[in-house]
């Protein structure tokens, strides 16, 4: 049973030019949710999804940032006009229901340059 | 105030040692308590979740919860060098968002 694939692993980009990062959750599991690790801090919540439903997006930043996890496909976490800060480790995580227990991808390195 | 606070070490300990980890958080209405193990360049890893205050136990690692001190902790008995990690402790009130400490980089000497 194949986990939480994120791909790509390693992603690089100039500022102002979008970055689109992918997830595929474990097979069964249809809530997504959407991490952000910054270099020496602990992972932050962005985005909680089901199948094209946004449940919570308190964790995302107003502009820039927007999330999908549609009928058929992975979830994307796009970001636009990339900017230096937005350099992090973005995780994805599954779970089968409304869980505590979440399954995470081995994350999108993004470094903006 | 950050809602869960984890010391970030780094802790050193001799292969062998009883290693235990600890996280406070702020949130009364947190009931569930997680901790994950993430290896360098890797995901995180669900080691062990309880559910409000008690012990759990799984092999060598035994995860304790105090709500009335608001304190979350690890154990990890007989510590092996594969045992070097970064170790993040995590609650939440639902089931959606969890809320991640620090984490504390933890390496065992052999």
Known sequence: ?113 | QKEVEQDPGPLSVPEGAIVSLNCTYSNSAFQYFMWYRQYSRKGPELLMYTYSSGNKEDGRFTAQVDKSSKYISLFIRDSQPSDSATYLCAATSGAQKLVFGQGTRLTINP
């Open chain 1, 1 to 113: 049973n194949a986990g939480v694939m994120q791909n790509p692993r390693h992603l690089v980009r100039r500022r102002g030019q979008e970055a689109r990062l992918r997830c595929s959750p474990m097979k069964g599991h249809s809530h997504v949710y959407w991490y952000r690790q910054l270099p020496e801090e602990g992972l932050k919540f962005m985005v909680y999804l089901q199948k094209e439903n946004i449940i919570d997006e308190s964790g995302m930043p107003k502009e820039r940032f927007s999330a999908e996890f549609p009928k058929e496909g992975p979830s994307i976490l796009r970001i636009q006009q990339v900017v230096r800060g937005d350099s992090a480790a973005y995780f994805c995580a599954s779970s089968p229901t409304l869980t505590y227990e979440q399954y995470f991808g081995p994350g999108t390195r993004l470094t903006v340059t």
